[in-house]
């Protein structure tokens, strides 16, 4: 578990329930950067975040509150800077149109916690066609290799 979720009450791999947050208490929980990113919708540079050339197996959960998102074999190198991936967990995503910096997008965010992750486009790989540019920041990973150490 990274630095984040120690002191983050509202952090869990196993609850699904929709949280009602209020941004001044996320702002007392996330560090500055996360926070940036999660709550007022920031973006990372290309090609700094940790998981942009990132090949291990194991899930990708929000950094915020812990909920599912990806599948490490739904990654892919895309080479747009930011770690792509062809498919979400449907339980784990939501949508929302952006028109900020005078282009249409759609906002990919967590489900659970709203917090922004990053946005999908439609010039993916198959199956699904789909390309989910995420934010390292927003992502945490835990690799098969640890899930099978906890179970153990």
Known sequence: MQNEAKNNPYY???DTAKLNVSND???KILSPDLYAIAREAATERPWTGK???FDELGEYYCAVCGNHLFRSNQKFMSSCGWPSFFE???NGVAYHRD???GMERIEVVCKR???HL???FNDGPAPTGARYCMNSISLEFVADSE???VTS
Do not use: F, I
Request: glycine content about 4%; charged content about 30%; aromatic content about 8%.
């Open 113 to 115: 916690c709203d917090s």
């Open 12 to 14: 869990s791999r196993t």
């Open 51 to 53: 998981y942009n050339e």
């Open 99 to 101: 028109s900020s910096h």
């Open 147 to 149: 899930s099978e150490n």
């Open 25 to 27: 208490e996320w702002l």
């Open 88 to 90: 979400a967990d449907k």
């Open 118 to 120: 990053g946005h999908v």
